[in-house]
């Protein structure tokens, strides 16, 4: 197999655990929608929507939504849920580097931590100008490096067996100077603004664990280390412990995200 469908598949299979992490970023696409200005009647397409909480936000709006992710046990949750919100969503099971809708499709594109994900940034970027409008908006949240979930992901990264040549690291897309390097002169009026998200945990113990058993490249690296290397596994946790006790009061662990928005040139 190729090694990109072989990481894309791994990818796939550990987000398949990721549907009661959905209570905490329910919050966040709300703030997403609103900052992407989404409007009654737009053509709205919901990018690595896992559970499908954008689209359903933007289609409670009033929006015509279309919600897409790479792993099928989400996109089954996500169908649950526009059922349960009376909502009529298109939902499709597909790869961001790959997407299976015409030039210009959509008034908005939106990803809420998800097409940073995707190993290659250009290819990502390419696909989701390539069926956004003209005019239209491109707007996703995605979580920078200095802050906790990058410093998460950045700890991940350091434990794991490096990925395929190729592959960037999700959070250089939580930086801003990154953005707008990689959106090019294809948008204007990249605009920024930051939010949170406010994880309830009872201890740092019960957060790790949580993040063990919903985080996709987490539950890999768990389950690799406890595999092979149990020694190595013990100080992961202690480490991803100590870089969430800078985050942790009132039982809660606070993540903050960048959001971007831009204009297709
Ligand atoms: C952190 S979750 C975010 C899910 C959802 N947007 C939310 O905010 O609740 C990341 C999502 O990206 C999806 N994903 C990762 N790589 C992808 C790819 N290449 N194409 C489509 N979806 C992808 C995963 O399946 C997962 O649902």
Redesign the pocket.
Known sequence: MDPLDNF?AA??AG?AY?AP??AI?TT??ARLVKFAHVKPGMRVL??????G??AVTAARMGARATG????PE?IQVARENSRIAGVEIDWHE????KLPFEAGAFDAVL????HM???RPDVAVAELLRVLKPGGTIAFSTWPPELFIGKMFGLVGRYAPPPPPGVSPPPLWGDPNVIRERLGSAVKDITFDRAHMLTPALSLPHFREFMERT??PVIKLTETLSASDPAKLATFRKELEAAAADYFDDNVVRQDFLMTRAVKA
């Open positions: 894309k990818q796939r987000w990721f992490l959905q970023t966040a696409a919901d990018v690595a929507c896992g559970t909480v954008v897409l992710d790479l792993t989400l597909g790869d961001v580097e990803s809420q931590f998800g994900f995707a190993p985080a996709g």
